[in-house]
């Protein structure tokens, strides 16, 4: 046999050998607020802190945290630290009847976090592999630590040096604070995914979260770096009498990335009412520099009300050199209503040196923006833009206070950045006047995009279908109670029926998740062919 047979037969060999011994199986550890750290571990013989569980359970084993609090006074050390792949942290009772509450008294002033995840503390999960990690069903209770310099989260994520997709899952947690301190540079928010060396991948759904004073979910991407986070089905709130920056913020420095993201069904309610001063400040941001990206990214079936400022702020803000590019592949079915500043804004140049060059691309499909404080849809500084769209595809934009879409410092050249507002309901901004604001000269140009609406004061528009070719009204569209932020659309609303299904209309379902079209103004007895209608209602039929 010769050398390279001998190597060969060899390898077979030892591959053989290593397929009959079994990998370790995952096991379940059990903590206590009775147990004890010296015991093994089982239900019977729990451990009692869960900073010692995740230091001794191995990968792929699963910790269940039973009812009781687990903080400094406890003898719990912060950061607790969950690093090994496909390593659980759950608490025993899904049903939260009884909560494993994490963190209060956390003892020392300056932790920066009750938990992390950090996977180069292992240094085994190689470039590329996925972490597994699942954080599910527990408490986390911030204390009063004015007087402190921490802690600033109650999730940190950290990317590693040698970890390019970290995916995890934090879900149905609560997150709750008592004054927990947030201020200053180095505060943070309740949920912080910090990519700085590599990219992070987290899902984070149907987490309850009180924001602190600085926000409720966080989202930073260093240069070369990224995070891939969904956030679905999360409510987040603030305490009566207090503020926060933001609910949601996903914000990267130059040529760093934060996307595809993927926001659904997230709740965002704040308390603010006028001449207040307190609540969440803006709804959801994102704030994009030069040679930043938020791409391919999805905001979907949000409600946002309340906020002092805005309820969606998208800012891709250039220097000149390099583009920053934010594309929605969906927006859609969106509630955003009663905010004190605009409902959606669109910023072209935040730090106001007419340098933008910002790349904005959006489809907007079946929202409602209603009753904000300033307009419906806002969008500044839209000047020699590098390119992008927005298009409008019925949506309804209804009783705004200062109009219905507004424009800052825009050119000609900055209006071909609109491509249409069709099956769109635009009524009752700017009490009733001025649906835009700030086209002057240039608003004909806009009204050449609109066809098949219900616009109020389009030139030489009624209630009649047939009076103009692009099929646009004006006429009263009859919502429900508009009052009560219900614009649900009812009969003999001339809006029913009378869209226009064509390749801009790629939403199959309307604002409650119902068939797009509909035949709502006929009784289904005869047979005339069903039509989606104008808004982001569908009206369905009464047979």
Known sequence: ???????????????????????????????????DDEDAGTFAQPWKHISHAVEHANAGDRIFVLPGTYDGAHGETFPINVYKTNQQVLS??????????????????????LLTIDTRASGSIAAGNRSGIVIKNLYFLGEDVADKDGPHAFLAVADGTNVVASTCSFTANACERSEMNASGSNGRANIML??????????????????????????????????????????????????????????SEQDGGTGPNDFTANIIESL????????????????????????????????????????????????????????????????????????????????GEDDGDGYINITSQGNIIARNGDFGVEVRSLGDISGGGFSSVNDTIADNSDGGVGFSDL??????????FQNAVMYGNHSGGAQVVGLGSLLDDLEALVSYSDWQGYPGADCNVNTLSNVVISCNPYFVDPANVNYHLELPSTCVDNGLED???????????????????YSCSGPRDPVIDMGADEVAPDC
């Not at 591959?15 to 903590?31: K, W």
């Not at 801009?504 to 797009?516: C, K």
């Open 1 to 35: 046999m010769s050398g390279f047979q001998i190597l060969i037969w060899l390898c077979r060999t030892l591959s053989m050998v290593g397929m009959l011994v079994p990998a370790a199986a995952a096991t379940d550890r059990y903590v206590a607020t009775t147990g």
């Open 92 to 113: 025993y009772d899904p049903d939260q009847a009884d909560w494993a509450r994490i963190g209060g008294d956390v003892a020392d002033d300056d932790v920066v976090a």
């Open 194 to 251: 910090d990519a700085t060396n590599g990219d992070i991948n987290m899902l984070v759904s149907l987490n309850e979260v009180i924001a602190t004073e600085r926000g409720g979910i966080e989202a930073h991407a260093a240069a070369n770096s990224a995070t891939f986070s969904p956030l679905r089905r999360n409510t987040i709130s603030v305490r009566d009498g207090e503020t926060a920056l933001f609910a949601i913020r996903f914000e």
């Open 272 to 351: 603010w009412e006028p001449e207040q001063a307190d609540g969440i400040l803006n709804g959801i941001e994102v704030l994009i520099p030069e040679g930043g990206g938020f791409g391919h990214s999805n905001i979907i079936a949000c409600e946002i009300s309340g906020c002092r400022g805005h309820g969606i702020l998208l800012s891709a803000d250039g220097d000149g050199t390099e583009t920053p590019n934010i594309t929605l592949q969906k927006f859609a079915r969106n509630v955003i209503v009663r905010n004190g500043g605009s409902g959606l804004v669109l910023e072209f140049d935040a730090d």
């Open 411 to 420: 050119t000609a050249t900055g209006l071909g950045w609109l491509q249409r």
């Open 503 to 521: 390749l801009h209309v790629t939403a199959t379902l309307d604002i409650d998740d119902e068939d797009r079209i509909q035949d709502g103004d």
